[in-house]
Structures are given as C-alpha cells and as structure tokens.
C-alpha cells in the first residue's frame, strides 16, 4: 500500500521553464513532508521541506506547496536549469512518542531538463 | 559533503554469503536509518536506530539485522544472501529537525 505516491515516473522540461513535481499522501498523520534531490550512485540530498501548518514554503527558485484536503503537494521550480535533471523523491513524516519518526517515501519522478 | 559516511562503498559476494555494512552519522545526530534502493524500486525504509535503540522497522528481512553502537555508528548485517538482494543501501542520520542526511551508499552485488 503506497502512503506516498508520485504519479509521475518522468518529466521533461525546457530549461528557463517551470518544473512541476506533483506527490499525493494518504495518510493524514503525516505533518511533515519533504523533497529529495538524487543523482545517480549518489545518496539522496535534502532540497525543501513544509510542515502541515503551512501551505507554502520558499526557498530560491524551489518553492513546495501543500494542499491538506486534497491530500496533495507539489514542487515548483522556476526557472528550471540542467543542473536540476535528477530524480526527485517526495517523503512524509508522521511523528510518533517522542524522537520516533519515519519517512515514508514515494517511488520518484525523473525530472530531465533540456538545453 | 552531508557529513554522513559509509563503507564499502561497494561489495560483490557470493549467494549464501553474509555481509556487514557500515555507516557513520553525522557528528551530533542520534539518529541512524537504513534504507534499501532496488532496480526500478524507491527507497524502501528498513530501520532506524536512536542512540543505540531500535526505534522503528520497517520492510526488513528476518536475514537482515542491524545495531547502533555507542560511538553511535551503525551495521547493517545481511545474511544468507539471495539474488534479490542485489541494491543500493542507504544509511541516513538526523538530529532534532526532520530532515536526513544520507550517506553515498554501499552498492552490494550478489552473484
């Protein structure tokens, strides 16, 4: 059962445009999400995260946006460049008694953006 | 650089085998996860570990197990080796704030 599903496994973009990741969750424990950038034979890198109080969060030209009754978040970046070609993974946080915490991770979205 | 190291960084061995993995978290954090990266597959969470106590399982075979010592550094032991258990494993450690910070991973090949 996928808590955290990124329905797309690919996208492909111009660059100078914007990159749209879209992520859906389940559960509606989860009060904490995030985005992982990851290259290959490379470990996840932490890009931007957004508590459930909030329904957007900044930071250059990522920006995350949440939506708690649809269930839905997604990440913009504007302006796309090709550095950004990597593959994106969306984690939920549900926390628990104190320091437990686990994230729940979606299956990744391939982003390629093209010169 | 996320401060997170792990060795080896890979490692080809025999079905039947067993293998130890190694990580060590940043400096400061408590806690350790390890994860699971197939072909084809997300990041599957296999345990995590907060200043030397099991905190949370996840999808984690009965032929895996892992620890955290005292140093907090942290093992993940595979045994009984399948094919199947070819992957990238992922250790990741955090502090208080929710984020991780993953290591470059230990590529295992099982032959």
């Known amino acids: 059962d996928q808590q955290v599903k990124q329905n797309s496994p690919s996208l492909s973009v111009q660059e100078g445009r914007i990159s749209i990741l879209n992520c859906d969750y389940t559960n509606s424990m989860f009060d904490y999400f995030l985005w992982y950038k990851k290259y290959p034979a490379e470990g996840p890198t932490f890009l931007i995260s957004i508590s459930s109080i909030k329904d957007k969060n900044e930071d250059g030209r990522f920006t995350v946006f949440l939506n708690k009754s649809a269930k839905h978040l997604s990440l913009h970046i504007v302006p796309s460049q090709p550095g950004d070609s990597a593959v994106y993974f969306c984690?939920?946080?549900?926390?628990?008694?104190?320091?437990?915490?686990?994230?729940?991770w979606g299956l990744g979205t391939s982003l390629a953006v093209n010169p | 650089d996320s401060g997170v190291t792990q060795t080896p960084k890979h490692l080809i061995t025999a079905t039947g085998q067993r293998v130890t993995l190694r990580c060590s978290p940043r400096?400061?954090?408590?806690?350790v996860y390890w994860y699971q990266q197939s072909l084809d597959q997300g990041l599957q969470f296999l345990i995590q570990?907060?200043?030397?106590?099991?905190?949370a399982k996840g999808n984690i075979l009965e032929r895996f197990s892992a620890q955290q010592f005292p140093d907090l550094h942290s093992e993940l032991n595979l045994s009984s080796l399948e094919l199947g258990d070819s992957a990238l494993y992922f250790c990741a450690s955090s502090g208080l704030a929710n984020e991780q910070f993953f290591g470059p991973g230990t590529r295992l090949t099982v032959l």
């Open positions: 570990y907060y200043n030397g106590e099991e905190r």
């Open positions: 984690a939920a946080s549900e926390t628990y008694a104190g320091n437990n915490r686990k994230l729940i």
């Open positions: 400096s400061g954090d408590l806690s």
